[in-house]
């Protein structure tokens, strides 16, 4: 279960530097009406994001895909880009996917997700996959997505290069979309069904970066035998105090909006989320895309920064502590004490480090996460603490769905619309002429 500490966050915490506690005050008073739109839209059903985590009629099919996708496959493609893609890897990462050194021993099917579009990569890749046995899933919510339309183009046309017929083909293809609209054409059901792909449907109420508890991000989890229910169960536990009624001060989602518009309105334009795991690595990535394309409006928001403890310690804290105190940090610890290989007392007695002896890998972790927490503190950095006991599905589904109500009601609070993003989709209807146009 997630735990959140933000007395360090404050002046009263740290000293100069950290939020104020007028300003925090206020924000919480400010995200009271928030909350309160919140709790009122799950009641009358008009954000369906805040159903899924109790639907459970949609899995079934998400489990046969998953199967189909799986027979006799030694690896898995997954087509998309932005939302289509990241929710997707941060939960993949729960079976090692994009771990340095352990996704190379991933037991079949591999998952592939080819999120940005490269040539010189994908060129490779498709040369190098064994086609008999890849499966290729792609995802764009509209349907027009560029990148996975040319994505999906270019492996059909390796697979008939290859001698596949059009059956064959469509058999390696699971699409995922929403439903065409009657007189208007619907790009990527119009290339893949006359194959015969089968497609799931995309959820037309949930946009793609808020898409993870979707079929979107659970049908890659299935397929690497992950519990796709534990997920859901997991973010029940974080809508829980909204649906509950609790105060701002009670709901662990609030509670961090008020801190983020607290710091946002004190001059922290920068916001810093660094876990201390390996597989809360991509969800770093996941959230950056969530804050930035939510809350990046009307000349408002934050510039969200993904790093990773301690790596990050070694190349980032320089900035972090002797820099501007423009930044609000979370640190997201996990149990890691007493886990890992164990030090040898004799070869840490060589090194004259006797202080090494008989503790863990984890030991040192857990220590360098409170470290660099305290460190921030004392020299006035602004840090909340949010820790859980272990890493798995449901505690994932709950992190998931918490930043989530978390960059929901600071747009709220912000009086902006957190689920549209016109800027990106100005640069893609220029991209699109662009490359008509054979401009570079």
């Not at 008939?160 to 439903?179: C, N, V, W």
């Not at 060589?350 to 360098?368: C, M, N, P, S």
């Not at 009601?409 to 490359?435: H, N, S, W």
Request: charged share 20%.
């Amino acid at each position: 279960m997630l735990q959140q500490t933000h007395d360090l966050a404050l002046e009263s915490g740290v000293g100069p530097g950290g939020i104020p506690d007028a300003a925090f005050r206020t924000a919480l008073t400010d995200l009271a009406p928030a909350l309160a739109r919140l709790k009122s839209q799950a009641q009358d059903g008009s954000l369906p994001l805040l159903s899924l985590p109790a639907e459970t009629g949609d899995l079934a099919a998400i489990e046969q895909a998953a199967a189909r996708l799986k027979r006799d496959a030694t690896d898995i493609l997954v087509l998309g880009t932005g939302g289509s893609s990241l929710g997707g890897q941060t939960v993949a990462q729960l079976a090692d996917y994009g771990i340095a050194g352990l996704s190379r021993f991933s037991p079949e099917p591999r998952l592939h997700f080819i999120d940005n579009l490269d040539p010189d990569s994908y060129a490779r890749l498709l040369a190098s996959l064994p086609l008999r046995t890849t499966r290729f899933i792609a995802i764009s919510k509209s349907g027009g997505t560029g990148e996975t339309l040319l994505q999906s183009i270019a492996a059909i046309t390796a697979l008939r290069q290859a001698g596949f017929d059009d059956a064959a083909i469509g058999e390696r293809f699971q699409g995922l979309s929403e439903p065409a609209k009657p007189g208007k054409l619907h790009a990527l059901r119009a290339l893949l069904e006359p194959f015969g792909v089968p497609f799931l449907e995309h959820h037309t109420g949930v946009g793609g970066r808020y898409s993870v508890l979707t079929n979107c991000g659970l049908l890659p989890a299935a397929a690497l035998g992950l519990d796709a229910r534990a997920l859901r169960v997991g973010a029940a536990r974080a809508l829980a105090p909204v649906l509950s009624g609790r105060s701002v001060e009670e709901t662990p989602a609030a509670l961090g909006a008020a801190l983020h518009l607290a710091a946002m309105r004190s001059g922290k334009g920068i916001a810093v989320l660094m876990p201390y795991a390996d597989k809360l690595a991509l969800l770093t990535r996941w959230w950056v895309q969530l804050w930035a394309e939510s809350l990046g409006k009307d000349g408002q928001g934050t510039q969200p920064v993904a790093a990773l403890g301690p790596v990050d310690q070694h190349s980032q804290q320089q900035l972090y502590l002797a820099g501007p105190k423009d930044k609000f940090f979370t640190v997201i610890t996990v149990g890691a004490k007493g886990k890992g290989p164990r030090i040898d007392a004799d070869l840490a007695g060589r090194i004259g480090e006797d202080g090494f002896a008989g503790k863990t890998i984890g030991d040192l972790v857990a220590a360098q996460g409170v470290a660099m927490i305290d460190t921030f503190a004392k020299n006035g950095r602004a840090v909340r603490r949010i820790h859980v006991d272990h890493v798995d599905e449901a505690v994932h589904g709950e992190m998931l769905m918490h930043f989530m109500l978390e960059t929901i009601l600071t747009g709220y609070a912000m009086g902006i619309d957190p689920f549209d993003q016109p800027a990106v989709e100005e640069a893609k209807l220029l991209a699109k002429r662009y490359l008509a146009e054979g401009r570079s």
